[in-house]
C-alpha cells in the first residue's frame, strides 16, 4: 500500500487536509516523481515549500564553515571518490 502525505497549502489542483500519495503530487504539480521521493523522505506533511522549484537565478543559502579545510582533506576527499 503506498504511504500517503497530508497536503496543507494552497496549491490550486490540490486541497488542504487531504492525503495523497507521492505519484498523485507528482501528476498534479508536473514535477518528476524522483524529484519529491527525494523532498518528501522524511516528511509527514506536505507544504507549499516542499512541491516547489527555487528559481534558477536564486542562490541557495551559504554554508557556514569550509567543508575540506586543507589540501590534504581535499586530497583524501578525491581519492575516496575514485572507483575501485
Not at 495523497?20 to 524529484?35: I, Q
Not at 589540501?71 to 575514485?82: D, F, M, P, Q, V
Request: contains cysteine.
Amino acid at each position: 500500500m503506498p504511504k500517503h502525505l497530508e497536503f496543507t497549502g494552497t496549491h490550486p489542483n490540490l486541497k488542504t487536509g487531504k492525503s495523497y500519495t507521492v505519484k498523485e503530487y507528482a501528476h498534479h504539480t508536473g514535477l518528476k516523481l524522483k524529484y519529491l521521493y527525494a523532498r518528501f523522505k522524511n516528511e509527514d506533511k506536505v507544504t507549499d515549500c516542499l512541491i516547489t522549484i527555487q528559481p534558477s537565478g536564486v542562490k541557495a543559502s551559504p554554508r557556514r564553515g569550509k567543508l575540506l579545510g586543507n589540501g590534504i582533506e581535499r586530497t583524501s576527499a578525491n581519492w575516496l571518490r575514485k572507483t575501485l
